[in-house]
C-alpha cells in the first residue's frame, strides 16, 4: 500500500506554512532557473506534454513503464503520447532550431508516469528542468562532464545562499564541494550492501556525490540502475544525489550524461535487445549522424525544493494525486499536501 511508502521523521515539523511555502517555491525555481541558463549557456524553449508513439521519442525509461495514450480526433483518431521524459525530444529540437556547438536549450518538462510507485518522494506527476547542448567530438570525454556537474552545483549553491537570506529559518545543506565515483567503484567500496544501500552510504559520508556510468554491467552481471539505451553513453553519464538530512537518505535531483554517438547508440541498442528500435525515426538521425552530438539532463524541480525547503513529502511542494490512505497519514502527522 503507498501509506506503507510513506513515512516521516520523529518530531518532523515543517518549517513553513502553506503561503510562505509557495512564496519559497516561486523564489527557488526563479533562481535556480536563471542561474542554470546562465552557467550552461541554454535558451529557454517551449516543449511538448504529447509525442505520437512513432516517432520513438518518447522515453521507455526503464522499459516497463506504460505511457498515459489517447486518441485525438483532429489529427484522424491518431494515438499521442503524454510525454515520459524529453531525452529524445530535446535532441531534435537542437538540430531543427538550429543550435551551435556549445550553445543549447533548457525547457520546463511536465510529465505523467502513470506506473510510478508514490512514496515522499515520488509522484505520478513529474516536474523538471530538462536541458540538452551541443557538442563537439573532443567534448564526448569524461573531465568535460564533471566540469558540467560542476556548474550545476554552482547553480544549486547560488540558489540555496538566496534562499538562506530570505528565509532564515532554513539551513545550509550543499558542501562545497561533489565527489565522483562510477558504479563499479561505488560496487567495490560496499560490496556487502544493496545498491540502495551503497548510494545511501556513500552520500551520507560526501553529503553530494555525482554517480557516474548508470546503466553499465556490474559483477553481478546487472547494472547499479535501469537505464534507456538510446540516450545517455552508459559510459559518459550519471546522477547527482545529496544527502537529505530531514529524510536520511540519499536524494537524486538530476540524472544526465553524454548522449550516445553512432557507436554507442549501436551497441547499446544490441546490448539492451532493442534493434527494432534503429528503424525509427530519432534513432535513424542518431545512427546516421544526423543529429549533432549533445549532453544534457533533467533537474527535478519538486526534489529542488523539497531539499531546499527541508520538507519530507513531494506533495507538500507539488499539487499531485495520492490515495486516501496517504492523505489520511499525513493529516496525522500535521504534513500540509498542495
Not at 506554512?17 to 532557473?33: G, V
Request: overall charge negative; proline content about 5%.
Amino acid at each position: 500500500m503507498p501509506a506503507e511508502r510513506t513515512f516521516f521523521p520523529k518530531s518532523y515539523s515543517s518549517k513553513m506554512d502553506i503561503m510562505r511555502t509557495e512564496i519559497a517555491i516561486k523564489l527557488t525555481k526563479d533562481t535556480f532557473e536563471r542561474e542554470l541558463a546562465n552557467n550552461l549557456r541554454l535558451i529557454r524553449v517551449s516543449a511538448p506534454l504529447t509525442v505520437r508513439p512513432e516517432t520513438g521519442l518518447n522515453d521507455n525509461l526503464n522499459g516497463i513503464e506504460r505511457p498515459v495514450a489517447f486518441d485525438v480526433p483532429a489529427i484522424g483518431g491518431k494515438d499521442v503520447q503524454i510525454v515520459q521524459s524529453l531525452a529524445k525530444w530535446k535532441r531534435l529540437a537542437l538540430y531543427r532550431y538550429g543550435f551551435t556547438v556549445g550553445t543549447g536549450l533548457y525547457t520546463d518538462m511536465n510529465a505523467i508516469r502513470r506506473d510510478e510507485e508514490t512514496d515522499n518522494i515520488h509522484s505520478i506527476y513529474v516536474d523538471q528542468w530538462d536541458w540538452e547542448m551541443v557538442i563537439s567530438a573532443e567534448k564526448r570525454r569524461l573531465d568535460f562532464l564533471k566540469e558540467t556537474v560542476e556548474a550545476i552545483m554552482d547553480a544549486l549553491r547560488s540558489t540555496e545562499k538566496k534562499l538562506l537570506e530570505a528565509f532564515p529559518e532554513l539551513s545550509k545543506k550543499i558542501p562545497d564541494e561533489i565527489y565522483f565515483i562510477t558504479t563499479p567503484e561505488l560496487e567495490k567500496r560496499y560490496p556487502a550492501l544493496s545498491r540502495k544501500e551503497r548510494e545511501d552510504a556513500i552520500a551520507k559520508e560526501k553529503k553530494a556525490v555525482f554517480l557516474m556510468q548508470v546503466g553499465v554491467t556490474l559483477e553481478d552481471g546487472q547494472p547499479h540502475d535501469g537505464r534507456a539505451p538510446d540516450y545517455d553513453d552508459w559510459t559518459l553519464n550519471g546522477d547527482i544525489i545529496l544527502w537529505n538530512p530531514i529524510l536520511e537518505r540519499a536524494f537524486e535531483i538530476s540524472s544526465m550524461g553524454i548522449r550516445v554517438d553512432p557507436s554507442a547508440m549501436d551497441s547499446q541498442l544490441t546490448a539492451a535487445n532493442c534493434n527494432d528500435r534503429r528503424k525509427l525515426p530519432f534513432h535513424s538521425m542518431v545512427l546516421d549522424g544526423t543529429l549533432p552530438l549533445s549532453m544534457g539532463g533533467g533537474i527535478g524541480q519538486s526534489r529542488i525544493c523539497m531539499f531546499f525547503l527541508e520538507k519530507a513529502h513531494i506533495g507538500e511542494v507539488q499539487a499531485s494525486i495520492w490515495p486516501d490512505d496517504v492523505w489520511d497519514i499525513c493529516r496525522e502527522c500535521g504534513v500540509n499536501l498542495l
